[in-house]
């Protein structure tokens, strides 16, 4: 990459180290700013990071500063970057050009970031050897969920599943106050903003019962550990009655 190719990306913000919360799956936090109902938003968002072999897939991509990119490629080769939902892909860009990886997106997501992308569905043979894909069918807007079978079963989300205990670091005063009142911090939740712009059916959710996982990781919050499925079940019941 050239200079002037570098600073056309969004730059790096403040971010977490890089953690191996399973073997071979990583999880590192970061900042994000943006603008959103014409206020300014600073919140928390996570990537994964998966290892198949020597090779490396990036799920919801956080841009790192040099010295979090000297740490990933120590982890391995770069080669893949999914995006499974419609809200997160300011750095995508940024990863694609720099190790030339391969685009991953969900159906009517083709062509973000301006380089051509492969598209994800149930049937399409993902980059991850161990990995299924669940799509949601009665959403606004494209999302999908990434499920592990490893480690009795990992779901990767974007959106529609948090798990936001507690601000963070990486939250502004206003964000953190504005976003208690709207009900965020919630653990297993499906995201609030999310649910308005997506506006998913109940159909989807009881779709979401039939896979098995015991953990899940995120776009927002923490990762949940051994009792993920029953938990992320109980909110299904409580906001879908399903």
């Excluded at 080669?79 to 940024?94: C, E, K």
């Amino acid at each position: 990459m050239t200079q002037s190719t570098v600073s056309s990306f969004p730059p790096a913000l403040a971010h977490g180290e890089i953690e191996e919360v399973f073997k071979d799956v990583f999880f590192v936090s970061g900042a994000m700013e943006t603008r959103l109902m014409d206020l300014d938003w600073q919140f928390s968002r996570n990537m994964t990071i998966v290892r198949d072999g020597e090779r490396l897939i990036l799920i919801n991509s956080v841009r790192l500063s040099d010295e979090g990119l000297a740490t990933l490629e120590q982890l391995g080769k770069v080669t893949d970057v999914i995006r499974l939902g419609a809200l997160h892909d300011r750095d995508d860009a940024f990863y694609l050009d720099r190790y030339q990886a391969q685009y991953w997106v969900m159906p009517g997501l083709e062509g973000a970031a301006g380089t051509t992308a492969k598209t994800l569905t149930p049937e399409t043979d993902l980059p991850i050897s161990d990995a299924a894909l669940f799509q949601f069918s009665t959403t606004q807007i494209p999302e999908g969920i990434l499920f592990l079978s490893r480690e009795g079963g990992i779901a990767i989300a974007c959106d529609a599943l948090q798990n936001w205990l507690s601000p963070d670091e990486h939250f502004c005063d206003a964000s953190r106050e504005r976003m208690e009142g709207m009900g965020f911090f919630t653990p297993a939740n499906v995201g609030p903003v999310w649910q308005q712009a997506a506006q998913p059916a109940a159909d989807d959710f009881q779709r979401l019962k039939s896979f098995s996982f015991k953990h899940a990781l995120c776009g927002h919050g923490e990762p949940l550990r051994d009792h993920a499925q029953t938990a992320f079940a109980d909110t299904f019941s409580r906001l879908f009655n399903c």
